[in-house]
């Protein structure tokens, strides 16, 4: 069988052929390719089709996905995510990012505020202005990272340029930071991301916030529970409303799938990023009530 693809390369299209033998057992898989997998076409019997994803199986998909890495990598050198120069293997992060943007990422420092972990210019108080007037419902809240220049540019990429693979140099940040603040984890029973509704998560293929929980909880070796909590509603993107909206607009947004699993619990619930706390602090009070017994919340950039 001789498979076409049309890739895209910073923004170019590519075609390139691949004669491989596909199984046609039915296994349900996620497709991610490096740069981005646009298009996949069969063509046997003379006859030319669109390739069914679900009809490839795992290993059939792992080949493919090595082949097209390396055929990428062999014609295409690789570039800064951020800048866009070219990175040289040594100092590049993961050869993702550049040392020099790396370093540019603005960390938070202490002392940080003891609701939403953002760093307070004030430290008479131990918490902002922002949070002495809102009622959030996590117990607290944390982040590495302050939501701007090189950060922003790179959790926007990872989320909506399908760059799924960047979750896993994101995710050190957080662990990095875990480890320098001596975060409880030792408490921490659950972790659990804050979940994408399934309209959003059929549009994205991934839930950005689970590839970060998987990486903290595999480095703490803590459960996951991905399905804890559930999105009843496609609420409107955040970042289009104001302050005031935000909590209403996530109101009643979500549910506990079970009791059980949660009851007595102390969970760390974990998202990209932290701006009002409404999200956080909805997710919150849903896993309250349903018998949580503290929740931590962290998130890569506030
Ligand atoms: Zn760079
Ligand atoms: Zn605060």
């Known amino acids: ?29 996620s497709l991610s390719v490096r740069p981005e997998f646009i298009e996949g076409r069969s063509e046997s019997n003379g006859r030319s089709r669109t390739i069914d994803k679900s009809c490839l199986n795992c290993y059939d998909m792992n080949m493919l996905r090595k082949f097209l890495n390396t055929f990428v990598d062999i014609l295409y050198p690789k570039i800064c995510l951020a800048c866009k120069t070219k990175l040289k293997n040594k100092s590049s992060i993961d050869n993702l990012v550049c040392a020099g943007c790396w370093e540019k990422i603005k960390r938070n420092p202490p002392p940080f505020c003891c609701s939403c972990g953002r760093h307070l210019r004030n430290s008479i108080k131990n918490i902002c202005a922002d949070c002495v007037r809102k009622q959030l419902h996590f117990d607290r809240a944390f982040s590495p990272c302050a939501y701007e220049g090189v950060t922003k540019e790179l959790i926007h990429m990872f989320k909506y340029k399908d760059k799924d693979y960047l979750g896993f140099t994101l995710s050190k940040l957080m662990i990095e930071f875990i480890k320098d603040y001596n975060l409880p984890m030792e408490f921490v029973d659950l972790v659990i991301p804050i979940p994408l509704h399934k309209a959003r998560l059929r549009e994205r293929e991934f839930n950005q916030a689970e590839i970060l929980s998987n990486h903290i909880a595999s480095e703490f070796n803590k459960r996951v529970l991905p399905d804890a909590l559930m999105r009843l509603r496609n609420t409107k993107t955040q970042t289009e409303l104001e302050i005031s909206e935000r909590f209403a607009n996530v109101q009643g947004g979500f549910s506990a799938a079970k009791n059980e699993d949660i009851k007595g619990k102390n969970i760390l619930l974990v998202d990209d990023v932290l701006t009002t706390g409404a999200t956080s602090s909805e997710a919150a009070r849903t896993l309250k009530n349903a018998g949580a017994h503290i929740v931590f919340v962290l998130t890569l950039a506030n």
């Open 1 to 29: 069988m001789t498979l076409r693809f049309r890739l895209s390369v910073n923004g170019e299209r590519h075609s390139t052929t691949l004669r491989t033998a596909l199984s046609e057992r039915t296994h349900s898989t």
